[in-house]
């Protein structure tokens, strides 16, 4: 899994249709960037350097990440007394109205974007 900050992990989690994904090479090597949508400028929530030494470890390591903070946050979820499941669902356990979480189809949706054009912008969908 990437070494990817708690924060920016619920970011990615409570905002899944305003993100970015790129992969990016140099010399045979490969990078990726996640970042917020155009709504908030692009910020970046993570970042490597040319660390992946081909595009499938790259997509291989999002989906792994992706599914790593869907399976911790939707755990959390579950119990009544988390500060996330005190943020986004209503007395009866479910989400409030209007909140839109990561799920397993928008990760493998994103997975397969990134191996077949390096990019995945969740605001276009």
Known sequence: MLNISVIAALEI???PHDLEFVISEN?????????????HSFKVLFLT?????????????VATTLNEILGACTQQLKNPASSLAQRLL?????LLD????????MHIR???????????????W
Do not use: H
């Open 90 to 94: 209503d007395p009866g356990g479910e």
């Open 13 to 15: 989690f409570m905002n």
């Open 110 to 124: 994103i997975a397969n974007e990134l191996d077949k054009q390096n990019f995945s912008s969740t605001y276009a």
């Open 98 to 105: 209007g909140v839109t979480v990561l799920t397993d189809e």
């Open 27 to 39: 010399g045979g090597k490969f990078a990726l960037r996640i970042t917020r949508g155009p709504a």
């Open 49 to 61: 350097d040319l660390v992946f030494p081909n595009k499938t470890n790259a997509v291989a390591e």
